[in-house]
């Protein structure tokens, strides 16, 4: 029974590469990372849907994108704290940014596929 609750579990997410100092890391996140996420780091609990909002309209919360991101890298095997990839956000944005979304990107879960279904045709 274990076996196949973690092997539907498994389809939530897909592996991701994400680069980082001239490395990829290559790793599959997990609910176990979520709730880690969002239990926050003793300053509470943090929500990933506002700070992808506060991102997205303009007003990032940086402090806490970093953290975000040194979790995930953590997670796939980087060595990295938030205090670095904070600096980075603040010497080189775009980069900084681009990590962000990637990290956002590897712990959203994978979109569902139904292989039953074939597309439907353009509408001309």
Not at 32 to 61: F, K, T, Y
Not at 86 to 112: R, T, V
């Amino acid at each position: 029974l274990w076996r196949d609750c973690y092997s539907i579990m498994a389809g939530v997410f897909r592996e991701v590469d994400i680069e980082w100092d001239g490395e990829t890391y290559t790793f599959t996140p997990s609910m176990a990372l979520i709730r880690s996420i969002e239990r926050g780091d003793g300053d509470g609990p943090v929500c990933i849907m506002q700070l992808i909002h506060a991102a997205q309209s303009g007003s990032p919360q940086f402090g806490f994108m970093a953290w975000l991101v040194a979790k995930v890298m953590t997670f796939g095997g980087a060595k990295v704290d938030d205090d670095e990839i904070f600096m980075q956000m603040m010497e080189a944005k775009k980069e900084a940014l681009s990590l962000y979304i990637n990290c956002i990107d590897a712990i959203s879960p994978a979109p569902k596929v139904d292989k039953g279904k074939k597309p439907k045709p353009p509408v001309e």
